[in-house]
Nanobody, 121 residues
Framework: VQLQASGGGLVQAGGSLRLSCEHSGLTFSNSNVGWFRQAPGKGREFIAR????????GYADSVSGRFTVSRDNTKNTVHLQMNSLRPEDTAVYYCAAGSSWSEYSRYYKYWGQGTLVTVSS
């Protein structure tokens, strides 16, 4: 099983980025997907989650209203659209797949290697 997060980069505050999470080796439509991030010197933080069918997204308060998670099961891909980015959004972003629709990282079995998002002020 492999998960690959991509789409990170350098953006100015107020800008947008779209992250993608592609995977292979498992039945994607059976997996809930979560997005987490880890800023330098900080622990891993829950950002967003989406259920198997894509009908139930969930967000951390810190990104609600700015980030949107979606998925396309026909392409085995989950996206995280990030708008109105702030310097405090700077972090390595990870996607994870698991059997639970959860905001807790311990419930996700498979993890991608992360993509770096840097927001300049």
């Amino acid at each position: 099983v492999q998960l690959q997060a991509s789409g990170g980069g350098l953006v100015q505050a107020g800008g947008s980025l779209r992250l993608s999470c592609e995977h292979s080796g498992l039945t994607f439509s059976n997996s809930n997907v979560g997005w987490f991030r880890q800023a330098p010197g900080k622990g891993r933080e829950f950002i967003a989650r989406i259920d198997r069918g894509g009908a139930r997204p969930g967000y951390a308060d810190s990104v609600s209203g700015r980030f949107t998670v979606s998925r396309d099961n026909t392409k085995n891909t989950v996206h995280l659209q990030m708008n109105s980015l702030r310097p405090e959004d700077t972090a390595v972003y990870y996607c994870a797949a698991g059997s639970s629709w959860s905001e807790y990282s311990r419930y996700y079995k498979y993890w991608g290697q992360g993509t770096l998002v840097t927001v300049s002020s």
